[in-house]
């Protein structure tokens, strides 16, 4: 086949696209590699001006789903424990109470808070939720949010929690609906 200048340059310039796309898309290709995908870790979102913390393992065994803690203060003579503590979408803390009783400040995303046979209340940064002493409740955040909250421990000298079962599914449903 006999090319002219013009169609030469024609199949030179196609081919040229045609490479490129062809590296561009190699490139853009994910890599099937495991120890990666295992290692990955959830990007945790900057939802409020207080700093997120260490993955909250010390507790996960009483969470559904991931959570974080950072200790907020450090004088115990003080006696006001603080922290702030993030949750993923749709993670919450099993149902509990505190011998002292707690207070938490909402302040960033949207949460959930509810008492044992009481409707659940939605939380927005401001909210502020007193607990007394020894009532069973949970809390955590809705299935499409972040969440966090300052959590402050009323009477540390006697307040100790009581850990019950998780809040499963059905539960967690309906307290969100």
């Not at 200790?71 to 993030?86: D, F, M, Q």
């Not at 540390?156 to 809040?167: G, Y």
């Amino acid at each position: 086949m006999y090319l002219t200048r013009n169609n030469l340059i024609k199949t030179i310039f196609f081919a040229g696209i045609i490479g490129i796309t062809l590296f561009l898309s190699a490139c853009n290709e994910p890599k099937n590699n495991n120890q990666n995908q295992n290692k990955m870790e959830t990007k945790v979102p900057n939802i409020s001006d207080f700093p997120t913390g260490e993955e909250n393992s010390a507790y996960a065994q009483y969470f559904i789903g991931k959570s974080w803690l950072a200790p907020l203060t450090t004088n115990k003579e003080l006696n006001v424990p603080i922290s702030n503590v993030t949750f993923e979408p749709g993670s919450r803390n099993n149902w509990h109470s505190h011998t002292g009783g707690q207070i938490l400040i909402a302040v960033g995303g949207i949460g959930y808070y509810q008492e044992r046979g009481k409707a659940a209340r939605r939380l927005v940064p401001g909210d502020i939720v007193e607990i007394a002493p020894n009532v069973e409740h949970w809390h955590g955040a809705a299935p499409d949010s972040w969440f966090s909250h300052l959590a402050i421990a009323c009477n540390p000298q006697i307040n100790k929690n009581t850990w019950l079962e998780p809040v499963n599914n059905e539960e967690y449903n309906e307290a969100v609906q």
